[in-house]
């Protein structure tokens, strides 16, 4: 556990550097990424290398003791570039390239392109590759950032069909998989079909899952070919990627797959403001970001990471991108910081050192101003240094195996942002709701892809995985987990229809039942729920459920039909149920596993990393945690409003 | 009076083909529409025809006992002809093509493609068009649906100057007809004419208009051209087009007229969804649809019909094209239909016979499930079924001209979109508004194209009628009828000018009037009408009237202002009256006009046909309905929650 | 003071020409605008001119003892010019070109229409140049209308490389003016440079603010063209242009230089609609327009006007183009027209003389109906005439310079647009609630641009200057006002970046404080600040700030940090300040530049000019306002709902 920094040398007069590296070990950092962006500088003109300033900051860096994290800097081709070859451009859904004048202006289907990242990969891999301070590499930058995996320009559409070749091998086998019998959209040749833009009404959501899975594979080929590069140029150093937040729109557990650590960039109070949360959230959390919004990144990266993951960017005060750009909380910066150890981070890493006074992010805070004084969050970050340091047995506490797995699939979010059904259907969220509905319960939580071994988990949940193959099917069957399914579970088969027996398909084999008809149900329109003798509430979506003999009803809904059914050691829900309803629902079925559970107040979190548990307050007053063989080595049973603990546990 | 349903063989194994036409009829359906998108299967490759699996089709479907449909293929041109003839597609106001990959792809202004749809038009004629079995032709299909009815394609723009050339003959004329002086619009050649598209600001609302216009025109070419064809190769067989729900693009009458039947497809549920109705009515009539809705329809396409009207589609369960898309309460398939006969239908077919598990409409519903049982909208078309069965006498009633005419005009509509001059002026809500008020007081009504003969009725309505030709005037004129003119009326002469005398212009024949001034008004201000003693509203528009000598003030708004004036038989409204005021000033116009009204609970309607009254009660609460001399032949009195009822009247 | 109106001869036939004029005399109109759109009426083809309708109109007018304003006609160039020479048209964002078919179609930066422009102007010039009733120029027609200065063409584009490179002289400073060096975005050559469109995420800012920068500059070229011509053609005409209400998108200063009278269009109700205004105000002043909206664009053009201001177009009655048009309550065209002749206008000219029944703007109101007859805004307009003619000592007032400056900066508004860090930070409206709380206070206010003598003023205020150049620095060192800086002043330096010592900049001089963090703040999110024993609020944006020695705390938010700070004569609002308390903050000021200050109520405003002192009631209630020494020359001290009256005062 150690923490890191983003810095630009480039963007800094060459003196100030020595200053920068000493202040940056002063404040406990161990370990500083550069060269993200840089490309203009190292080769400002086709050919024309310019190492000598960016070998001076590595130096310089190396030798005040710090590690360093070298980045490709492709997500920023030069000017020239992009005028010596236009068509590296992505295109929108109208047809129009985007262009130069910001950042991530490529794409993924160009093969020109791609051979200019090899080159520059290369350059970069042979100048940097055995450095001895060089230990890690990031490729690219934020892949998918600004809306960018999805191409519809000419070069991605001759790679889709390409693609579509491969899949289906003969046009009659796509026609039969699409269903194109439906309004005549049969194809006599492969290359007449086009990307899914620009039709009259919708195009056939076939058409608009496979391109969102071909775009997926796009980013995995042009990520996997740096990475061979690095590791034949820079062997034994860590490939990574900094990742995003609440982003779905490529397979990342694929793209992981190629690297050895999955990172994200952390910007809790961006995330707030401009993703689903309600006003009312949106004021409460205004300062603190949403109690379980990192912490749901954290379980999700690390569960594809091959080794312990990294938080790249972590928000160290004000950003510049979101509608409106609140400060963190006094204290925030810090609780986020050991919210990433708690749940298995090895970097925390800021972004950035410092503010720049220029350009497009100059409204982002560092940790340092401008001006060059330690800001608000510079100081927080001292702060844990220095609390890591005064615990040094903190470093020896691996993250074991939760008891509960959460599946989550990305061809399952695609899916359901495709065919909503209703206005208001959000797979992310519904998942994010139901991680949130176990994490107030004190549970620890896996976020593992579909085809994970199950074998060691007690409960395992599905909330949105409408795409269930012969994999996930096989672990689900041969693990003894309870198993919580949510609505719409196995409701789609693949490149899309609806099951021959009726969702949920497959999963029938774990609980008998046919889903005879979906509701989308528009904001205003509640129903009620009775289990036990509560009353509860679902909306936005409401199954009717034809539950088959060996199916127990658990909860109604007023007019009676069933609302929550059970057979064996399985569970559906047949609604999108409120929150309280879920985690009565995962309370259940955690007891039903041998799981202890305890209600959390609302703000309050806790996670067991080794025998150590961490507890945070994200709320703006102290809550108590009473753990009666606990031994508090970081604060106290008192956790003050945003402030965190830990505690040595007895028994782990 | 009889069921049909609409089927896809080409969606299914034929080895199930049998089975389907058997439970059709079992079911109690006698019709059945097949073809509508099947190009592809029939043409897949330029001119290589497949007629066996459709004359197969065909055959089963006779054998059985069926009536049947047929399409032509038309809103579903294959691939392969898109390639041929990229020209054919039609292009948005951005002047970029729409593209293949769902529906409806195609120009009405294209020469080419109107070619090869007389093309496939033919072949589909001379292949049935003599089959005992083949009963109606549907052409193509929902005519501007996803906005399709107006393009900004060369070929259109082309059309389009011609269109001018013919109706102003000079460029001096179409200038003056214009207003063209006004900023220096002045044209000098027809060709230098453009699509009122991409303009810097609002382009000139008579510009806009005739575009309109001429787009309207264009779809009758188009459907004309294939009713021409069917005529000859199909005598005898009833022409029929499925028309939509609350769409205005196109003069609907105008094509009627060459049409046997003008059939519609209704689906309430999405068009509560989808329109303008308020949250709180969304909640309300969640899975009825609003009362008047279906019935508004059926009175404008009946209206329209040489022969009874149909309802092409009827909905039959959940859609999926709505934001959100709940299920009927059980009863409303059944309610549904009973309500399409009652308002004069002769058929009523369900979309579509089984749901389809692929493609843009597998999340839309079907009379079977997708797994082959009868789902509950099919058990309500078979209790619907079973009692057309069992009163044979209802086959005798036919349907009567109403006491009551409501006039609509599409080219009113387009006046109303192109110069709103208020945010929220809909034109068509306040005819539907008006519609639903005289249908609240139990009045039978007849919506007529304005050039109709009005010698018959009773009380004529004219909701949003802002342009008043010859015709209209005259019928107006030779009427003994209660007018009733809403705001606007007669407030436009063509293309598009204030009418000298100020509005209504040429009706202050009928009401001798000055509208010196209009205002729209922002939501949250009302404006007070004082009526007799009772205290009424009026929002979103406020006339400023001077009353000549002979008229008389009915209303006046709190400010003294005239808010409902009279002039001997004709009444004029100087606002947007509430829903209530609408009530009430209809309901003395029908006391004047001699009619008997009643007024009925908000979800109760009734309708006569023949000497039969039938009731239905979209509330979800009974409703009583006393009718002294009736005799229930089905029902009572109480109709139940989404129920219905029909009683023999003793005095017709 | 005087009477004019804006009059197109060439919408009416020639025979109702000399009545027209003669009642525009009987009204008291003195002063008649023609000639504005009516390019292809002169020129109906190619060097084809048609003057002798123009010269009889001309000659009618002038016979009836108008004085006549000639309009160049270069906001419509007729069809066959763009046919000519497609390429004068401006592009939007997306490349594509704007379309003839409305006005304002034709691009600032298209040398070949400039030429066009150049050639019409010259003809117009030289034709009716020395006309001795022709008294003044209009050039063109409101700049900008239609979100027309900013354009995408590539005409547009090369002329900015050139606008760079004499701004810049070289690439190398180009890149470090804009901080290209990050993300890569140097340029190796003036010609790679784009205009900032179609990026991928926001172009630099830099980019954008000079791209707007030389949008501006573009506009002061085409407008200096024309005035060239008249100067040289027409000598001793007042040279004019209509500029807009709530419009920032050139400099308007900058034009303004090259004329001799500033004149402004007022569409009180118009702009309360479409703006910024809260859904109360827009109920409340529905038929009034905001009580400051008008004088606020007095003071406004007053600032910029070498000779005493214009109105251009005055509302009379309802307007077409806002979302919804209601009518002007009953005294406010005489409101109007008196508050403009209060705040120095020298002519007040109503739009138009009589509405058209044809054209965009046929739904827009004038003096009179369509029908010839007088509306109750000519009606309005000729009692201030009668009341002008009444009061002949009226005509020797003149403006003094206010007590109070406001220094209003356009580029600071652009900054704004381009980096406003919150949603809602919007620049305008700042300085309009700065402009607000001033004349609440009973206060007369100048508002001046940023390099202007500050030195006769006791208060300054800077609501919105970001950007604070060594003109602007040296005149608020000068003076020896009370300065109020709001928030964001002097927090940018040129081609944006963040000052180096942080914000304020340079403004650190007159108050040494550190701005070391700013948040924008959603709405609901509300601070509590404590100043003297009040509790008042802001919203929107606060600001942390380190206050050096010598700086004192006026007002506290309620964490204690620093809301409002001093030093000396300079004053710092740390926030968005609430009305309230801005009004409070202003007031305290007022007291110690020595300026006597009254609360008003909210709909009761006053301004002097000359030895007399105007006030204004824009409430639906009677106000009384006394002045203990005041003489009335007009109503009284009790002013009517929508009334206003004179009073002489005994001391200037």
Chains 1, 2, 3 share one sequence.
């Not at 070859?85 to 859904?93: E, I, S, T, V």
């Not at 490729?139 to 999805?150: I, L, M, P, R």
């Not at 057979?567 to 985690?583: C, E, V």
Request: hydrophobic share 40%; charged share 20%; net charge negative.
């Amino acid at each position: 556990m150690h923490l890191g920094v983003c810095y630009y040398p480039e963007h800094w007069p060459e003196a100030w550097w020595p200053d920068d590296a000493r202040q940056m070990v002063d404040l406990g950092i161990r370990q500083v990424r550069i060269g993200e962006f840089c490309w203009s500088r190292v080769e400002p003109r086709p050919g024309e290398f310019h190492w000598e300033w960016l070998d001076l900051a590595v130096q310089v860096l190396a030798d005040t003791g710090l590690q360093i994290v070298m980045c490709t800097p492709t997500a920023t081709p030069p000017k020239w570039l992009v005028d010596q070859d236009p068509h590296m451009l992505a295109a929108g859904a109208d047809g129009r390239p985007r262009r130069f004048g910001s950042r991530r202006h490529y794409d993924f289907s160009s093969d020109s392109y791609l051979a200019q990242a090899e080159r520059i990969t290369r350059a970069f891999g042979e100048r940097y590759g055995r450095h001895p301070a060089v230990v890690a590499w990031q490729t690219d930058n934020e892949y998918g950032c600004h809306d960018t995996v999805v191409s519809h320009s000419p070069q991605a559409v001759r790679r889709f069909r390409l693609w579509l070749q491969q899949r289906y091998g003969t046009v009659a086998a796509l026609n039969e998989a699409w269903g194109n019998v439906f309004w005549s959209q049969e194809y006599t040749r492969f290359a007449e079909v086009d990307s899914p833009a620009a039709t009259v009404t919708e195009a056939n959501p076939a058409h608009r899952l496979d391109y969102q899975r071909f775009a997926s594979d796009e980013v995995r080929r042009f990520n996997g070919a740096q990475c061979d590069i690095l590791r034949r140029l820079s062997p034994g150093r860590v490939l990574v990627h900094n990742f995003m937040q609440l982003f779905t729109a490529f397979d990342h557990q694929a793209v992981a797959a190629d690297l050895d650590v999955a990172s994200w960039d952390s910007y809790p109070l961006g995330a707030l403001e401009m993703f689903w949360f309600g006003a009312e959230d949106k004021l409460r959390w205004l300062r603190t970001g949403h109690p379980d919004f990192a912490a749901f990144h954290h379980d999700l990266y690390r569960g594809m990471s091959r080794q312990p993951f990294w938080v790249m960017e972590q928000q160290p005060g004000p950003v510049n991108w979101a509608r409106w750009n609140p400060a963190p909380a006094p204290g925030m910066v810090r609780l986020w910081t050991w919210e990433a150890f708690a749940h298995g981070a090895d970097v925390v890493s800021y972004f950035r050192w410092r503010q720049a006074p220029f350009g497009q992010e100059q409204m982002h805070a560092g940790l340092q101003t401008p001006d060059r004084h330690i800001d608000v969050g510079g100081a927080e970050a001292a702060a844990v240094a220095s609390e890591l340091a005064q615990l040094p047995t903190l470093q020896t506490q691996s993250t074991q195996r939760a008891a509960v797995a959460l599946v989550f699939d990305y061809a399952g979010m695609w899916l359901l942002d495709v065919q909503p059904q209703g206005a208001d259907y959000n797979g992310l969220q519904l998942v994010y709701e139901a991680y949130s509905a176990l994490r107030s319960l004190g549970l620890d939580i896996d976020i593992v892809p579909p085809g994970a071994d199950l074998g060691a988990y007690a409960l395992v949940v599905l909330p949105a995985v409408p795409l269930v193959n012969d994999a996930l099917l096989a672990v689900l069957r041969a693990s003894r987990a309870q198993l919580v399914l949510y609505p719409r579970a196995g409701s789609k088969v693949d490149a899309v229809s609806i099951p021959p027996g009726l969702p949920p398909g497959v999963l029938q084999s774990l609980i008998d039942l046919r889903v005879l008809r979906v509701e989308s149900l528009r904001p205003g329109v509640t129903d009620t729920v009775h289990i036990d003798r509560e009353r509860h509430s679902s909306t936005r979506w409401r199954e009717t459920v034809e539950a088959r003999p060996g199916v127990s009803v658990l909860a109604r809904y007023a007019d009676g039909a069933p609302a929550l059914l059970r057979q064996g050691r399985t569970r559906y829900l047949a609604g999108w149920f409120s929150a309280g309803l879920q985690r009565l629902v995962l309370e259940q079925a955690a007891a039903d596993a041998g799981l202890a559970t305890v209600r959390l107040p609302e703000g309050l979190r806790i996670r067991r990393r080794g025998d150590l548990l961490f507890a945070f307050n994200y709320d703006s007053q102290q809550h108590v945690l009473q753990l009666p063989q606990a031994n508090w080595v970081l604060g106290g049973e008192t956790i003050p409003a945003h402030g965190m603990g830990i505690a040595r546990r007895s028994a782990p």
